[in-house]
DNA sequence: CGTAATCGGGTACGGTGTACCCAGTTCGAT
DNA sequence: ATCGAACTGGGTACACCGTACCCGATTACG
């Protein structure tokens, strides 16, 4: 209210996708509103919820990049300046844009609760990789200041309903989550990034690869990497599932923890 | 060569900041190259390297939003255009200054190696975080298209040296070294974004969570969120070391499974 | 010395987010 | 019934961005 203009025109001077910029009560009031229309004035044409819809079908098929104002504009049949009737600025479409996806995953299977913290992990790190292979922008967006809409807090609620089990302490299941998915969105994001590679350059990964060849052969000829030159030809293959390793490894290690925990719990002070 | 223009224009319509999207050979001249003068023409009075170096000192000091061609021109004292003599476009300048930024971490301990692998590891892990952190904007590149140049390729061989003792078949170390770096990447870029917000709306994030705190504690109180309302007040503490947590949880994941390697060694055909 | 090759860089184009402003619409108060 | 406040729609304009295109100045080879 009191900060009109300034703050956000130094905002959007700033990188590409960054949440929380614009007015933060806005965007709350967006996300938990009533919707209450005031009396006066013409009925509205549009709304804040058919903008973040077109915004997210436009950004799942063709990238984040493609969601400009006025592209949005003409997709809703509008005029650009429109827009900002509904929404204060970009920033606050992408905050909306983000809670409306985080909900998803978790809107699809209300069933059977996992049966143990594993199969939650589990269960907990395919959900997150999937979401981000259906919309690879997420990983473009700042989610410092995510507002925490009742999609991503119920998000949250499962995940550590199905964490509890573990027995550690409160903080360190946020441990979990936060390592379990750093991890996720690493994977999906060297995906995302090469497929957007290809799409960018009409390059294939091979056809790429295929002009380092020479570059990397002298390379390795030169001595100067004895460890990389002795490799087995299959150590840059894809076959092997990294998601798979990875993911068993933090379940290990995670495990041993829980293990110790049990133990302090039978025999204290040891 | 053959490829003017057409590309290069396709490439910059798309997001943020990618890599690679122009000629890879042109990159690789430029890695790798032995920057031998042409015969003809007026001495040039700028390089790559000198502009590479302006464009790191730009993006560390204000991030990867502020390096643009204009901006890097004037830095340098010269035309805008002038830039594009020496480089291809704004896509092969970051392939340069990511493999200028990466081969930092390597070049500053040449000294002794790790004890073992966990010691190689930890060490892995803190200088990916430390280098992140010197240079947040390495998050914002695309690096399926990374051009290997030498810097990419010497720390590889380290991590890799680090690793060999590990007794795990080759791709398995790629997919620790994956593992690891996902995950370092994954709390570097949260705290990246954090600082990100709090540059771009002047708002501390202490500040920024009592905006939401009414909307939380309605929500707490509606009972929808049973076990996020039972949790200890310090759950979202920052005293708790999640880099320590998380690294410790990857290395005895690993340690499981390098003991079960070993154990299969000593007793074959169980 | 001519000329081919290279350097420096100005101008222009199509893209972005959005500030600012005005015209048209609708409803509450009088 | 009428007036005006509150609201919607949206055109225009500005400051950025990357870079295609082109021209004049400079240099060294034949």
Chains 1, 2 share one sequence.
Do not use: C
Not at 39 to 48: C, D, T
Not at 90 to 119: H, I, N, S, T
Not at 120 to 147: C, E, F, S, Y
């Amino acid at each position: 209210m009191t900060n009109d203009g300034t703050t956000a025109g130094a905002a959007s001077k700033a990188d590409g996708a960054a949440t929380g910029s614009g007015d933060i009560a806005r965007s709350l009031e967006l996300l938990w509103g009533t919707g209450e229309r005031p009396s006066r004035g013409p009925k509205p044409g549009l709304s804040p919820d058919r903008i973040v819809t077109a915004a997210v079908a436009v950004a799942d098929a063709e990238g984040l990049a493609a969601v400009s104002m006025r592209r949005l504009s003409t997709e809703l049949g509008t005029g650009t300046m429109s827009l900002y009737r509904y929404i204060p600025g970009k920033a606050e479409l992408l905050d909306l844009m983000l809670d409306r996806v985080q909900g998803e995953p978790f809107a699809v299977r209300p069933d059977e609760p996992p049966a143990d913290w594993r199969a939650a992990i589990d269960r907990m790190a395919r959900g997150h990789l999937d979401n981000l292979r259906r919309h690879p922008w997420l990983l473009k967006i700042n989610q410092a200041r995510t507002v925490l809409g009742p999609s991503a807090l119920r998000g949250l609620e499962l995940a550590l309903t199905g964490l509890r089990g573990m027995g550690l302490r409160d903080p360190e299941l946020i441990g979990v989550i936060i390592t379990v998915n750093s991890f996720v969105e690493g994977l999906a994001r060297t995906q995302a990034d090469a497929a957007e590679a290809v799409a960018q350059t009409g390059l294939s990964d091979e056809a790429f690869w295929e002009n380092q060849r020479p570059y990397l052969e002298r390379a390795m000829l030169s001595g100067a990497y004895p460890v990389m030159a002795g490799m087995a030809e299959d150590t840059f293959s894809s076959d092997f599932d990294q998601f798979e390793f990875g993911l068993q490894r933090l379940i290990a290690g995670f495990d041993a923890l829980v293990g110790e925990r049990a133990a302090e719990r039978e025999a204290p002070r040891t």
